[in-house]
């Protein structure tokens, strides 16, 4: 029986791109990566190598050339974002269907979905916490053992958690603190763990480390998972941590077919336990006498111009812990790399918005502009200036869209749904929408569930439970009680059918609208969104329902709700800047003790380098301009110092740039001006000696400035020089 032509292009498609196709396009080092067959691969990517498309380039070539099917392939990622765009890759190369493509943290909970039983206390159903619901328990804990959390803070608890977890399978971690701290964390960690086993729920550090846990318990799982992961890849490989190698290494070990792609110039997670000896020791780690790891060097760069790429690479040159790359590009130079010194932390934020509007103004869409700034203090004076200057801005990273009050009541809703062991959430829905239930009866409640070790949503659900409690606070939870009976069968159902019907159920668009605060209207847009992404999610993942979508949620990052689109400028941290691209960047607060920190410099050499490394970072996001800027002065705290410029910009080589004076020096003049007596500090003159609260006792050696802007320069005894402003300094005269 003879096909016709469109049977024939039909068979085409069911077997797969054309594996020639997929070389189509790429340079030489590109395609040896794709086309490598087995063992052990390191990818080295230099920024804007194009690494993304390597990568799935590759995934799709391992499949049309049938050295795997689809479901062999294990490819993970650090972001939602990255793994969303690399899976649109693949998918529309007919290559996705049955593969994993996932963050390190999705790949852990789909395993721990399935296994997690085998562990012990955790169901299948187990709930996921993100940071705020881990330190708001931990806060909680503190509180039950008879602690201040403001003495003992639960963001400090929390990091030793992930520490002490972490030392469980890397010996160099530090277990625990000494001294009254230590008795603390060891109180408040027990406390921690029965409470989140009792409460059937993991943080972001369990799903790594119960998946390692798992692992090592029960061997056949782990062979389950690497004996059908024929391929493993691993982008961004950089910035794992040492359980991540160690969930790399396991999950790789049958087959050995390890690629990992990355740069050891862009390793900027230390804070967070990424270890840059990773990538820098895969060679020694993963070769073998039989099989020695392959090497490629990613050196041509497609998003910087030659200008701005000298300039990092003369910078990055300076670090020890690093793998030589050369990077080039056949870009041509648009403007020369900028820097510009400010007076001040407002003259830099007007400096910055007057340059965008001439960006704007030459042809520059502002989607394509981006501020970055180290630390988040830095924000509101770039966020005073775009406003004035009518610049529209958006903050990625800023308070993130599932932190929203409404959008964590309905998600706390669907975990109670789905999980009715979690505390943390059915606390948080036992009052919301209003229902007379106040801390008193939720006390009796808890106190209840203590005494008989079941869940709060059991305690609710108890009618001698209920009956501890008084007044309309019994009717409410009465009503509550039933609420949760009728939504139960929705928990195996599709996510916005779930959603919709516990808006209704609980009139909470009416809640909404009685709310005390000015944001009603924009809450009930919020909760919209929310709807619409459940829609989406169940039109995209048809067997997701609603557990899907729960884990979805809990893994969403800050950079996944940054909008590329958007006719705005981005605002964010130079951290938050990883991964993405812009046509002009500016690089704020180029200053010592801010870039590099000094909290880094304080680490020695190893925090310098990885300082080194996020200014790196910061300057290859932009493809044509880059701008960094420095101000002479910067307000912290109510008070101002004097600041240097950072040692980055000596270290940037002077034919690629260009030092603009700008217009900071006039407008400073017009700004401070000569000291007119008047107002705060009329009384002062330079020469006298003042006094303190906090600096103690001093001399000025310089007064400028009129009204609010009025400062002085002091010289303490013991604080040393510091900038005032008169206004809110306090300065007393005193006699010599």
Same mark, same amino acid.
């Given at each position: 029986m003879s096909l016709d032509w469109m049977d024939v292009e039909r068979a085409r498609e069911d077997e797969g791109q054309d594996p020639a196709s997929l070389l189509e396009g790429l340079n030489e080092p590109q395609q040896r990566a794709v086309e490598h067959g087995e063992g052990p691969l390191l990818i080295l990517a230099g920024a804007g190598?194009?690494?993304?498309?390597?990568?799935?380039?590759?995934?799709?070539?391992?499949?049309?050339?049938?050295?795997?099917?689809?479901?062999?392939?294990?490819?993970?990622?650090?972001?939602?974002?990255?793994?969303?765009e690399m899976r649109s890759r693949v998918a529309a190369m007919r290559a996705a269907k049955g593969m994993w493509i996932a963050t390190f943290h999705a790949t852990c909970a789909r395993i721990l979905r399935r296994d997690i039983e085998l562990l012990g206390p955790w169901t299948r159903d187990f709930s996921i916490y993100d940071t705020a619901?881990?330190?708001?328990?931990?806060?909680?804990?503190?509180?039950?053992?008879?602690?201040?959390?403001?003495?003992?803070?639960?963001?400090?608890?929390?990091?030793?958690?992930?520490?002490?977890?972490?030392?469980?399978?890397?010996?160099?971690?530090?277990?625990?603190?000494?001294?009254?701290?230590?008795?603390?964390?060891?109180?408040?960690?027990?406390?921690?763990?029965?409470?989140?086993?009792?409460?059937?729920?993991?943080?972001?550090?369990?799903?790594?480390?119960?998946?390692?846990?798992?692992?090592?318990?029960?061997?056949?799982?782990?062979?389950?998972?690497?004996h059908r992961f024929r391929y493993v890849l691993v982008d961004e490989y950089q910035d794992t941590n040492h359980v991540q190698y160690l969930l790399t290494r396991a999950l790789a070990g049958w087959h050995g077919n390890l690629a990992v792609c990355g740069d050891p110039d862009q390793s900027i997670y230390a804070w967070r336990g990424a270890n840059v000896a990773n990538i820098l020791d895969f060679e020694r780690d993963f070769s073998t006498p039989e099989r020695a790891v392959a090497v490629v060097k990613l050196e041509q760069n497609y998003r910087s111009t030659p200008g701005i790429l000298g300039a990092a690479q003369a910078v990055i040159r300076h670090n020890a812990g690093r793998k030589e790359k050369d990077l080039w590009t056949e870009k041509e130079d648009?403007?020369?790399?900028?820097?510009v010194e400010c007076g001040d932390e407002e003259d830099e934020a007007n400096e910055i918005a007057a340059r965008i509007h001439g960006l704007r103004q030459s042809g520059v869409p502002l989607d394509e502009i981006a501020i970055f700034y180290r630390v988040n203090f830095m924000q509101r004076a770039l966020e005073r200036g775009l406003r004035l200057s009518g610049v529209p801005y958006q903050i990625v990273g800023g308070l993130e869209f599932y932190q929203r009050r409404e959008i964590k009541d309905l998600v706390s809703y669907l975990q109670v749904l789905v999980n009715p062991a979690d505390d943390v959430a059915t606390r948080r829905i036992i009052n919301v929408p209003a229902r007379g239930v106040?801390?008193?009866?939720?006390?009796? &409640?808890?106190?209840?569930?203590?005494?008989?070790?079941? /869940?709060? @949503?059991?305690?609710? *659900?108890?009618?001698? =439970?209920? #009956?501890?409690?008084?007044?309309?606070?019994?009717?409410?939870?009465?009503?509550?009680?039933r609420l949760l009976e009728d939504l139960g069968g929705l928990r195996d159902g599709p996510a916005h059918v779930a959603l919709v019907q516990i808006l209704e159920e609980t009139?909470?668009?009416?809640? &909404?609208?009685?709310?005390?605060?000015?944001?009603?209207? /924009?809450? @009930?847009?919020?909760? *919209?969104?929310?709807? =619409?992404? #459940?829609?989406?999610?169940?039109?995209?993942?048809?067997?997701?329902?609603?557990?899907?979508?729960?884990?979805?949620?809990?893994?969403?990052?800050?950079?996944?709700?940054?909008?590329?689109d958007a006719e705005r400028v981005s605002l964010l941290t130079l951290h938050s800047s990883k991964g993405l691209e812009f046509g002009a960047v500016f690089l704020a607060g180029c200053e010592e003790e801010l870039l590099p920190h000094v909290l880094a410099l304080e680490e020695g050499d190893g925090g310098l380098e990885e300082e080194r490394?996020?200014?790196?970072?910061?300057?290859?996001?932009?493809?044509?301009?880059?701008?960094?800027?420095?101000?002479?002065t910067r307000m912290r705290f109510g008070e101002t110092s004097w600041r240097e410029p950072s040692r980055f910009l000596s270290e940037l080589p002077d034919e690629l740039l260009e030092t603009d004076e700008s217009e900071a020096e006039a407008r400073e003049a017009d700004v401070l001006g000569d000291f007119d007596g008047a107002g705060a500090g009329?009384?002062?003159?330079?020469?006298?000696?003042?006094?303190?609260?906090?600096?103690?006792?001093?001399?000025?050696?310089?007064?400028?400035?009129?009204?609010?802007?009025?400062?002085?320069?002091?010289?303490?005894?013991?604080?040393?020089?510091?900038?005032?402003?008169?206004?809110?300094?306090?300065?007393?005269?005193?006699?010599?």
């Open positions: 190598s194009g690494k993304t498309r390597v990568i799935t380039r590759r995934i799709a070539w391992l499949v049309a050339t049938g050295r795997a099917r689809p479901d062999e392939i294990l490819a993970i990622t650090f972001t939602n974002k990255a793994a969303r619901d881990k330190n708001q328990l931990l806060k909680t804990l503190i509180k039950e053992a008879g602690w201040d959390p403001k003495r003992f803070r639960p963001q400090v608890i929390s990091h030793m958690l992930g520490e002490w977890k972490a030392s469980q399978f890397d010996t160099e971690r530090q277990a625990a603190p000494d001294g009254l701290e230590g008795e603390v964390f060891a109180t408040v960690r027990d406390l921690y763990e029965a409470r989140m086993r009792a409460a059937n729920a993991l943080d972001f550090d369990d799903l790594l480390v119960r998946t390692l846990e798992l692992f090592r318990a029960q061997p056949g799982v782990l062979d389950q998972y690497a648009v403007d020369p790399v900028r820097i106040g801390d008193k009866s939720v006390a009796l &409640l808890e106190e209840f569930a203590r005494d008989r070790r079941i /869940s709060l @949503a059991a305690a609710i *659900e108890s009618e001698e =439970a209920r #009956a501890r409690v008084r007044g309309v606070g019994r009717k409410g939870l009465t009503g509550l009680a009139d909470y668009f009416v809640h &909404l609208a009685k709310g005390e605060d000015a944001e009603g209207s /924009s809450r @009930a847009e919020n909760v *919209e969104e929310l709807l =619409a992404h #459940a829609e989406r999610w169940d039109a995209e993942n048809p067997e997701g329902g609603v557990r899907g979508f729960l884990q979805e949620v809990a893994l969403v990052s800050d950079v996944d709700g940054w909008d590329p490394r996020l200014f790196y970072v910061g300057m290859t996001r932009a493809k044509e301009r880059l701008c960094l800027s420095w101000a002479r009329a009384d002062l003159s330079v020469g006298d000696w003042v006094e303190h609260d906090h600096f103690g006792l001093g001399q000025i050696r310089s007064l400028e400035g009129s009204a609010v802007n009025a400062r002085a320069t002091v010289q303490f005894r013991e604080a040393g020089q510091r900038i005032l402003l008169l206004q809110y300094a306090n300065l007393k005269r005193v006699g010599n």
